[in-house]
């Protein structure tokens, strides 16, 4: 049932008219709507701009016409018979005329909220209280709007509905909480909205997106979108009670980075659908043999050059893709075949678009107000103030939500290294020390922490990981013992060492010789995922392939050998995707992948290679449950310079059969080259990198070398094998 307030009706010499003619009213509930009349009975007050007469439509009895009020265009009046289930009728002086529910006639959704609400631990789902919500409410169907923004003096909801005008449906302040809130009745999927706000010095605000809006328009417009969230019919029961396995650390872990827009296009260059790469995606991810698909910022981003970086809309899944349920299908589809979906999320900084977050009610509310902490002169965009209470609830509360509303299986956080350093990117005397007088920033390791715990709780199962490029300490320890409590942490540190080693002339390597060796340093301070990702084949780097040096058939064969060497390092694995097929060229984010190259002998060769590392590394305990414990990994060789010879074991658990990795990076064979083995016996050349089914030569062992019990190399046995140019070995006991 619709209530109504008790106050007295509106006079011409009332201030808040001269507010709502001004649009500063800051209750317009207040104000319009049916309120008691003062000689008994209900009058209804209704603004509309531009409207030449109103008419009241009662569920029962005869229309009314209101009058309007002298000296207030736009304001009409009259007596109301019943104030439930009524309609309006508005007409223009040209004729035109629609029909409408009165919002003002409903009551608040949200009520009096208390001060300091959203920054309250009760906010975790913060997308059920603010943002466009479909529901019900006092018998109508309609959308409920809510935002938080506590400077202003008066906020709006604006769209073609009522002509992007912002006094038509002026919104109400709840309390002191600072969030504003109005129900359209009528208001349904699809419409587009902004809100209209006007800042506290009494500046009109350009439109802004709604911070917690679940849709967008398609780029370049960029209004929010009405999207109904209920209903959808998951599939993914069985995945998601067991997910918990795939996300431990003894688990294999393979991981295939995606842009979705560029990872394959149709003919008239259209990006593919999130339904289309339910099919395609998905079906290639798995018959690859990876275990897991990274997707790249999905969150609405206004710029196709940011690759999603640079997000506006943290809570809509890009529509360049579909609409948010096809966002979903993708998810579910990628379960249902046994996937784990990670999504790449971005909490370091936001855009400066003026629809964005930035000076949001007129102030600095979501980022720092002094440029030195909230402004990042690298990328041109804005630091969220991590030290402000609501700000850490709306992204820990983001956080959550794509676990919880699109069941994704992580979140892997971009960009750790520039939250957690005050001075990352700028001049010795262009930030702001800490309270101690340190570069660290403390209140980005709090929300850091208060995520991962947050996620962890909640969602058990899933996996964070941290994009850190620096040796901060304590990244995927556990907040119990001073760390931050991700998952995982991205070793960029092997990745340039690694790929510096690859980019020598294979004559000249013998002085970076410990380029390969210096990760096992540190390999296990933390636990790491291997990555070759989208930085490595941008901004003029080349591909992987283009790292490699020499003749065509030189250079496919040292990326198999490396890629053979990557799969045998302790450390989960991520690739990019084209470096499954050996692409040529750098990675166009505008493009699509040159799918015709895996027709081709070498690049197929490439790509085959790639699933079969995929199926061995999963199938043999030994390359992944010890992945970051020290006692899952020992070198054989480590300081054979001259040959560009690399041995060592992984191990498993006492049960599991260790694995050998022989690693040939120079461009002669080893004939007979002697090394020490764990036992005697036979051990199986379980993947070769230069066997013709790659693209190689097909030089190896004949399937099996037998080692003795001659102790070499530390090792109780050993055996003469042959290693071919630019290949990696993988031998495994027990025949």
Not at 380 to 393: K, L, M, Q, W
């Amino acid at each position: 049932m619709a209530e109504t307030t008790h106050e007295k009706p509106p006079k011409r010499s009332d201030d808040r008219l001269s507010q709502l003619l001004e649009g500063t009213l800051q209750d317009p509930f207040s104000l319009l709507g049916p309120r008691p009349a003062e000689g008994g009975g209900v009058e209804l007050t209704v603004y509309l701009p531009g409207a030449a007469g109103v008419t009241v439509r009662a569920a029962e009895g005869p229309d009314t016409a209101l009058s309007p009020l002298p000296g207030a265009p736009g304001v009409f009046a009259g007596p109301l018979a019943s104030p439930e289930g009524y309609r309006l009728r508005a007409t223009t002086a040209d004729g035109a005329a629609w029909e409408f529910d009165d919002p003002y006639r409903f009551a608040p959704v949200l009520g009096d909220l208390s001060e300091g609400f959203v920054a309250e631990p009760g906010a975790a789902r913060l997308w059920d209280l603010l943002g466009a919500h479909m529901r019900e409410h006092a018998g109508a169907e309609g959308t409920h709007f809510a935002v938080w923004a506590p400077h202003a003096r008066r906020v709006s909801v604006v769209g073609s509905f009522n002509g992007w005008d912002g006094r038509r449906h002026m919104m109400r302040r709840c309390g002191a909480s600072g969030i504003w809130e109005i129900f359209l009745p009528g208001m349904g999927e699809g419409e587009a909205y902004k809100y209209e706000i006007l800042g506290a010095d009494g500046t009109l605000l350009p439109p802004k997106a709604d911070p917690v809006g679940f849709g967008s328009e398609h780029p370049p417009e960029n209004a929010s979108v009405v999207r109904d969230a209920r209903g959808y019919g998951w599939g993914d029961g069985a995945w998601m009670a067991g997910r918990g396995a795939a996300a431990d650390r003894a688990a294999p872990m393979a991981i295939y980075e995606v842009h979705l827009a560029s990872w394959r296009r149709r003919p008239d260059g259209r990006p593919i659908s999130y339904r289309e790469a339910a099919h395609e995606l998905v079906d290639y991810v798995a018959d690859m043999g990876f275990t897991h698909i990274e997707l790249m910022p999905l969150s609405e981003h206004p710029f196709d050059g940011s690759w999603g970086y640079q997000p506006v809309g943290l809570f809509a899944p890009t529509v360049r893709h579909g609409p948010p349920h096809e966002f979903r299908d993708l998810i579910d589809a990628a379960h249902r075949k046994g996937l784990g979906v990670l999504l790449d999320w971005v909490p370091g900084h936001f855009p400066t678009d003026p629809h964005g977050l930035g000076r949001f009610d007129g102030t600095a509310l979501y980022e720092y107000a002094d440029p030195r902490e909230g402004f990042h002169p690298d990328w041109n965009t804005f630091i969220y103030d991590y030290g402000r209470a609501e700000v850490r609830s709306f992204l820990i509360a983001n956080a959550l939500y794509w676990l919880e509303e699109f069941h994704i299986d992580g979140l892997r956080v971009d960009a750790v290294a520039s939250m957690l350093h005050r001075d990352h990117g700028r001049a010795p005397d262009a930030w702001v020390p800490n309270a101690d007088g340190g570069r660290e920033n403390y209140e980005a390791m709090a929300m850091l922490r208060e995520m991962t715990e947050a996620t962890r709780h909640a969602h058990p199962g899933t996996v964070t990981v941290a994009e850190d490029s620096t040796a901060f300490p304590g990244v995927s320890h556990p907040v119990s013992e001073g760390g931050l409590g991700f998952g995982f942490k991205w070793n960029m540190g092997w990745m340039h060492d690694t790929l510096e080693y690859m980019k020598q002339n294979p004559e000249g390597r013998r002085a970076h010789h410990h380029k390969l060796t210096f990760g096992l340093t540190y390999a296990f301070d933390e636990a790491f995922i291997l990555p070759l990702s989208h930085d490595e084949v941008v901004h003029g780097r080349g591909s992987i392939l283009g790292r490699m040096q020499g003749a065509d058939a030189e250079r496919f064969a040292q990326l198999r050998a490396y890629y053979g060497f990557m799969w045998g390092h302790p450390g989960k694995k991520l690739l990019f995707m084209g470096q499954d097929l050996a692409q040529a060229d750098e990675w166009d984010h505008g493009g699509t992948l040159p799918w015709d190259l895996a027709e081709t002998p070498a690049h197929g060769g490439v790509q085959r290679l790639v699933r079969d590392l995929n199926t061995l590394y999963r199938g043999t305990p030994a390359l992944h449950s010890k992945d970051a414990e020290p006692d899952g990994f020992q070198w054989i060789e480590a300081d054979d310079t001259e040959n560009a010879v690399y041995a060592f074991v992984r191990r498993g658990g006492p049960d599991d059969a260790a694995a050998v990795v022989l690693c040939n990076f120079s461009p002669r064979a080893q004939e007979r080259y002697r090394v020490g083995l764990p036992a005697a016996g036979t051990w199986r050349e379980a993947l070769n990198t230069d066997a013709g089914i790659y693209g190689g030569q097909g030089r190896g062992n004949m399937g099996a070398v037998r080692a003795e019990g001659v102790s070499f190399h530390g090792q109780p046995a050993s055996a003469e094998v042959y290693l071919p140019p630019h290949a990696t070995l993988f031998l495994l006991h027990g025949g």
